[in-house]
């Protein structure tokens, strides 16, 4: 009996061995992914942390620089998020009028005076804030760069020979002389450009809502698929063809 006892159990264990392999290879492989799925959310937090951290000292900055400049940017980049959402209801009104006089009401030409004279005002807007946003721009574009490098020829003159002789710091010293004046103007465009999205977003999910909230979840189901596909392949082409990347650095040097 104990002889077939163990038999019994040798041709169990034989049997079930490679089941329980298979399952520790497949709880293994779980696990590898789950710990590199939160190693890659860590580093996109950290990385959402850096951002916000850089962008608020530029503004920092800037703001020390000249604030009637930083001022002209931010109220030239937020105009244009309310004008289309303006001249949408300005056009809701006129058809409202268009719908009575169709259902029979007297025409009065009175009515539509005040729409037109505020749609053309609305245009005007809108042309004035794109002017403006290209003046202020340009006129950011001549002072930054100064001003960055009066700021870094007073830090370099400050500091002792030995840190020139460090290589970490040469190559620090070298990535700002290539990108101290295009950078920090690019990050204040696209910080101002990713407010003008927001709010457009905000008012826009504001308006679906108090139409329908089926219409929210709709639209929503519709571009959030959308964004992440064009976020990933734009993400795919940038990092290939941008400056930094190693496939065009060797593609320079060719």
């Known amino acids: 009996n104990y002889l077939a006892a163990g038999l019994l159990l040798a041709v169990l264990n034989f049997i079930l061995k490679p089941d329980f392999f298979y399952i520790k290879s497949h709880y293994n492989c779980v696990t590898m992914r789950l710990m590199n799925l939160e190693k890659i959310n860590t580093e996109k937090l950290s990385q959402v942390k850096e951002t916000i951290s850089t962008g608020s000292k530029l503004l920092v900055l800037i703001w020390k620089l000249d604030r009637w400049l930083l001022l002209g940017v931010a109220i030239s980049s937020i105009i244009p998020a309310f004008v289309p959402f303006i001249n949408l209801y300005i056009y809701k009104l006129i058809i409202d009028q268009v719908v009575k006089v169709i259902g029979g009401v007297p025409l009065d030409v009175s009515k539509f005076y005040p729409l037109i004279g505020f749609r053309v005002a609305t245009y ?4 004035v804030a794109i002017r403006t946003d290209a ?8 002072r930054m760069p100064m ?5 870094a020829l007073v830090k370099i003159s400050s500091l002792d020979i030995q840190y020139f002789e460090n290589s970490k710091f040469r190559d620090l010293l070298e990535k700002f002389r290539e990108s101290y004046n295009v950078r920090p103007q690019q990050m204040l465009d696209h910080l101002f450009y990713t407010l003008q999205s927001l709010i457009q977003l905000l008012i826009a999910f ?6 329908n909230w ?4 709709l639209v929503s189901a519709i ?4 964004f992440v596909s064009q976020t990933q392949r734009s993400k795919l082409s940038w990092g290939i063809w ?13």
């Open 135 to 142: 003046f202020v721009n340009r006129l950011l574009w001549m």
């Open 223 to 226: 571009a959030i698929p959308e």
């Open 206 to 211: 504001g308006a679906i809502a108090k139409l």
């Open 242 to 254: 941008s400056s930094n990347a190693p496939q065009r650095k060797r593609y320079n040097y060719l």
């Open 124 to 127: 005007f807007l809108q042309e």
């Open 214 to 217: 089926f219409l929210v979840i």
């Open 147 to 151: 001003a960055m490098s009066n700021i």
